[in-house]
Every structure is written in C-alpha cells, then in structure tokens.
C-alpha cells in the first residue's frame, strides 16, 4: 500500500473537521497528517511511491495576521516532477485555494478556486459511468461552501456536479493523467456534515485509488 501524506488546516479549515473526513474514508491508520510543511518529505515522494494530498491553502494566514506561502518554486517543482514520473496527488477542498501559485501547480489541480456564496445546502451529482471515482456514489446532500472554481486545464474528465438553488450545475470533481501521473480534485468538505459524509468518503477512497493506480 503506497503512503499517503496530507498536508491540512489554515485558519479557515481547523483539522476536526479534515480528519473526520479523511478517517472515515481511509482509517485512522491510513495517512499522514501535518499541518507543518516542512514535515512533506518533498523531495522524496517517489522514492516512497506515495499519494500527495492537499487540504490547505495557498496563502496561509497565522492568529497574529501574519502571511505566509507554504508554495515555493522548489516544493512546485518536486511535486510537478513526481506526478509526471508516475506519482499521485489529490486535491481536496480548500486544496484548490492556490492564489499565487505557479502555473505548474495550476496545471496539476486542472482548476483552482474562485469564490462561494454563504453557506448553504449544496446537492452533489455523480456523473454516472463517467469515472472509476464515482463507483459506489450516491448524490448526497450536506450543508457546505459552494466551491465556484476555474477550470485551467482543457482535458480534464469531469465527474462530479454540486448544485444549490441559485447556483446549478457547478464542476465540482474532476481528474486528469499528466505525464506517467495522475490528479484529482473534489471541491466539497468545508462542514463536518459534508466531510464525513459516506459519499464523500467513497469518493476520496476512490480518488486515492486512482491516482495511484492501486
């Protein structure tokens, strides 16, 4: 089984709610979890055929209001480099908060987020026989943010719609092959409701599969 790091939480995504969904889909046991960058072995992520996971955004911003970016040119780099080498990454949620990142990162999300509307209940849509990552996925209703995101990447294969009252019809699960690698992305998960929702956990167990080829 190939070893799954996750890097979580900035001041808008506190861990709860991360890990409870992250421990429904994969067990307690089944990854690992920081809140710290430096603890992603970066530069070594092919040599333990793992899966890179991103909950936390781009610009991060600290209790004192302080900023800083946990993106640099060279973690860019040692991601882009291992996915089109035949790694694995996955973005989830605010994993697609990437301000000012470079446009190899864009590249691997496929999209990248622009805004939500309050909160509210969003309904989310597999795209029936469209994808391997939605096997076993029912629509699912829970109160979340309503990730509107830019699609960057033209050959992305959608699998996934959310919809809310004023706002049907929203991508909101896509996956693409770049190079020997694979990415994925699910836009839900702000609320425990939809977090540790059993859909969203089988759509995370399936998208982990994916793209790791597993």
Same mark, same amino acid.
């Given at each position: 089984?190939?070893?799954?790091?996750?890097?979580?939480?900035?001041?808008?995504?506190?861990?709860?709610?991360?890990?409870?969904?992250?421990?429904?889909?994969?067990?307690?046991? *089944?990854?690992?979890?920081?809140?710290?960058?430096?603890?992603?072995?970066?530069?070594?992520?092919?040599?333990?055929?793992?899966?890179?996971?991103?909950?936390?955004?781009? #610009?991060?911003?600290?209790?004192?209001?302080?900023?800083?970016?946990?993106?640099?040119?060279?973690?860019?780099?040692?991601?882009?480099?291992?996915?089109?080498?035949? *790694?694995?990454?996955?973005?989830?949620?605010?994993?697609?908060?990437?301000?000012?990142?470079?446009?190899?990162?864009?590249?691997?999300?496929?999209?990248?987020?622009?805004?939500?509307?309050?909160?509210?209940?969003?309904?989310?849509?597999?795209?029936?026989?469209?994808?391997?990552?939605?096997?076993?996925?029912?629509?699912?209703?829970?109160?979340?943010?309503?990730?509107?995101?830019?699609?960057?990447?033209?050959?992305?294969?959608?699998?996934?719609?959310?919809?809310?009252?004023?706002?049907?019809?929203?991508?909101?699960?896509?996956?693409?092959?770049?190079?020997?690698?694979?990415?994925?992305?699910?836009?839900?998960?702000?609320?425990?409701?939809?977090?540790?929702?059993? #859909?969203?956990?089988?759509?995370?167990?399936?998208?982990?599969?994916?793209?790791?080829?597993?």
């Amino acid at each position: 089984m190939k070893k799954i790091y996750m890097l979580m939480e900035d001041k808008w995504h506190p861990r709860d709610v991360i890990l409870a969904g992250m421990e429904a889909a994969l067990g307690k046991d *089944g990854f690992v979890a920081t809140v710290n960058p430096e603890e992603i072995p970066w530069s070594k992520l092919a040599d333990e055929a793992a899966v890179f996971i991103s909950q936390k955004g781009e #610009n991060q911003e600290l209790p004192d209001g302080s900023k800083f970016k946990w993106i640099t040119g060279e973690r860019e780099k040692f991601v882009w480099d291992f996915v089109n080498g035949g *790694g694995g990454a996955l973005f989830i949620h605010c994993g697609t908060v990437l301000d000012d990142a470079g446009e190899k990162w864009f590249r691997m999300s496929g999209g990248t987020f622009l805004h939500h509307p309050a909160q509210l209940p969003v309904t989310y849509v597999p795209i029936k026989g469209s994808h391997p990552i939605v096997e076993g996925v029912e629509p699912f209703t829970a109160s979340d943010e309503h990730y509107h995101c830019e699609i960057r990447v033209k050959d992305i294969s959608p699998f996934m719609i959310g919809g809310s009252e004023k706002n049907p019809g929203i991508l909101t699960g896509w996956c693409q092959e770049i190079g020997k690698g694979r990415t994925a992305a699910l836009t839900p998960g702000h609320t425990m409701e939809a977090a540790a929702n059993p #859909n969203m956990a089988q759509l995370i167990r399936n998208a982990v599969k994916w793209v790791s080829r597993g």
